[in-house]
Nanobody
Framework: QVQLVESGGGSVQPGGSLRLSCRAS????????LGWYRQAPGKQRELVAR???????NYADSVKGRFTISRDNAARTVYLQMNSLKPEDTAVYYC???????????WGKGTLVTVSS
């Protein structure tokens, strides 16, 4: 049974930082492409950042230079370091297994990030 468990969400003021974690079980972690996605109220789910099995990374333009995705295969965990947070980053953040949004085969339950003063 595949499980993806996100953690690290919360409330933060604009300009603050958060680090999200997603621990996976039930998959051969090192062989899988992984991504962080988000969905704000009333909007469609969108890619935030992805990291492939060869450690290639890709970011949405809106987060480039502020967010960093990384993975620790030994810990079976993918991370999202979020700096210089803005109110428009407020969303539920999901971890996904797959090469792109359309190819995600497993989803976590999400963790809420709220950026507000």
């Amino acid at each position: 049974q595949v499980q993806l468990v996100e953690s690290g969400g919360g409330s933060v003021q604009p300009g603050g930082s958060l680090r999200l974690s997603c621990r996976a079980s039930g998959i051969i972690f090192s062989r899988n492409d992984l991504g962080w996605y988000r969905q704000a109220p009333g909007k469609q789910r969108e890619l935030v950042a992805r990291i492939w099995s060869d450690f290639t990374t890709n970011y949405a333009d809106s987060v480039k230079g502020r967010f960093t995705i990384s993975r620790d295969n030994a810990a079976r965990t993918v991370y999202l370091q979020m700096n210089s947070l803005k109110p428009e980053d407020t969303a539920v953040y999901y971890c996904g297994v797959g090469r792109s949004l359309r190819e995600v085969i497993y989803w976590g339950k999400g963790t809420l990030v709220t950026v507000s003063s």
